[in-house]
Structure formats: C-alpha cells, structure tokens
Nanobody, 115 residues
Framework: QVPLVESGGGLVQTGGFLRLSCAAS????????MGWYRQAPGKERELVAT???????NYADSVKGRFTISRDNAENAVYLQMNSLKPEDTGVYYC?????????WGQGTQVTVSS
C-alpha cells in the first residue's frame, strides 16, 4: 500500500496556478508535520513548505507570498496551492508525513512551468 498519494501536477504557463493534493494512508497513525519538497532536474531536493501539528507553517523564501500550504487532519491530507508560478518552480514535488518513528514519502508529481 502506497503511504502517500499525490495528485494535481501538470503543465502550466508562467503566472498560472496549480493545486497539489496529498492523501496519507489510514494506516499511518499520529502524523506530526506534513509538507512538500521539490526536486528540479540536476538539483538537490529542497523543502518547499511545512505544516506542523500545532498549525504552524513554514515556507522556502522562493515561494513565500505565492504558495499556500493547508492541511485536513481528519482526512490525513495536505495541500499546496501554487499561484504566480515561475519556470524555476518546475520540478517533481514530493509530499511527506512525519510520525515519531519515521518519515513517509509520496511518489512525486511533476510540475512544469513553461515560459
């Protein structure tokens, strides 16, 4: 069973928007933080946004003011609303969920922003 399933990626023009969704399996209990990383071609994976269990959010400087992370604890889900997209936002976006024991990852969803 895949622990995290992402959806919502795709191809969009500069200035456009996308909304990513990530649903965690019901078999994952007591999730603390959830969030998103991304990896551009030839680059290391970088943190995009985090939503902690006590409601705090954190964003990479490059996405502040454009991306918004939200979370539905009842559904074990996390979302990423991405507005004013830029070509440098292109990459594979990975959802993660932290428990006290380990971090779970999604399979990734491709986001491509054309100039």
């Amino acid at each position: 069973q895949v622990p995290l399933v992402e959806s919502g990626g795709g191809l969009v023009q500069t200035g456009g928007f996308l909304r990513l969704s990530c649903a965690a399996s019901r078999s994952i209990f007591r999730i603390n933080a959830m969030g998103w990383y991304r990896q551009a071609p030839g680059k290391e994976r970088e943190l995009v946004a985090t939503f902690t269990n006590d409601g705090r959010t954190n964003y990479a400087d490059s996405v502040k003011g454009r991306f918004t992370i939200s979370r539905d604890n009842a559904e074990n889900a996390v979302y990423l609303q991405m507005n004013s997209l830029k070509p440098e936002d292109t990459g594979v976006y990975y959802c993660y969920a932290d428990t006290y024991l380990r971090r779970y990852w999604g399979q990734g969803t491709q986001v491509t922003v054309s100039s």
